[in-house]
């Protein structure tokens, strides 16, 4: 009965440096999300993946980030050359079903700061 | 496109006092609307979910929300609040036509002192 599980929690990097951060989502959830929270602000939507489908990439803030995820399984997120805005919290969800009225069940999320 | 407006950066209430979380969305589709805490040091919870039926729902820890159409509002409500209640509310809003992301609103920090 394990929950979603992030890795790192937390990642300290300097300016310039690419980061992986990692998903494992709950077993048989076929849907997985991230997400971003910066300081003091709600949470972002980055990325989604449904199965084998094109994954929904719409949510991502440029071409310094990218994800993938294998079949219905782990997922990692990578961001190269970090910026000082990079930093926030990335959580992960995941999801029974790609649809909007399923929950999504969130993991503790990777506190990531960019020096 | 959809976005959610929680009016309340930071509310402070007395214990065992009434509580409202007030919730506005923004949707040109249905939308399906939820509330979700986060505990100090802890991950996002559900705490309550309207799909359709009923506007008032009813959550855990004895919370309850009443889905408003005409004032495309999503308030979220408390009898009598607890310590323990102290933590971050986010509301967030998806709709049948989109994968199941959420767009969420800024929180709102409830901070419960005895």
């Known amino acids: 009965g394990a929950g979603v599980s992030q890795s790192p929690s937390n990642k300290v990097t300097e300016k310039g440096k690419d980061v992986e951060l990692r998903c494992d989502p709950i077993?048989?959830?076929?849907?997985l999300y991230w997400y971003r929270q910066r300081l003091g602000q709600g949470l972002e939507f980055l990325i989604y993946?449904?199965?084998?489908?094109?994954?929904?990439k719409s949510g991502l803030p440029s071409d310094r980030f990218s994800a993938e995820r294998t079949g219905e399984s782990v997922s990692t997120l990578t961001i190269q050359r970090t910026q000082q805005e990079d930093s926030a919290v990335y959580l992960c969800?995941?999801?029974?079903?790609?649809?909007?009225?399923?929950?999504?069940?969130f993991g503790p999320g990777t506190r990531l700061t960019v020096l | 496109a959809q976005s959610v407006t929680q009016l309340d950066s930071q509310v402070p209430v007395f214990e065992e006092a009434p509580v409202e979380l007030r919730c506005n969305y923004s949707?040109?589709?249905?939308?399906?609307l939820f509330w979700y805490v986060q505990y100090p040091n802890q991950g996002l919870q559900l705490l309550l979910k309207y799909l359709s039926g009923s506007t008032l729902v009813k959550g855990i820890n004895g919370f309850e929300a009443e889905f408003n159409k005409s004032q495309t509002s999503f308030h979220l409500r408390k009898p009598s609040v607890h310590i323990s209640d102290t933590a971050e509310y986010f509301c967030?809003?998806?709709?049948?036509?989109?994968?199941?992301?959420?767009?969420f609103g800024q929180g709102t920090t409830l901070q419960v002192k005895p």
């Open positions: 077993s048989g959830h076929t849907a």
């Open positions: 967030a809003v998806s709709s049948s036509s989109n994968t199941g992301k959420l767009i």
């Open positions: 949707s040109s589709v249905s939308v399906y």
């Open positions: 993946f449904q199965g084998n489908s094109a994954p929904d």
């Open positions: 969800a995941s999801s029974p079903v790609g649809q909007g009225l399923a929950e999504q069940f």
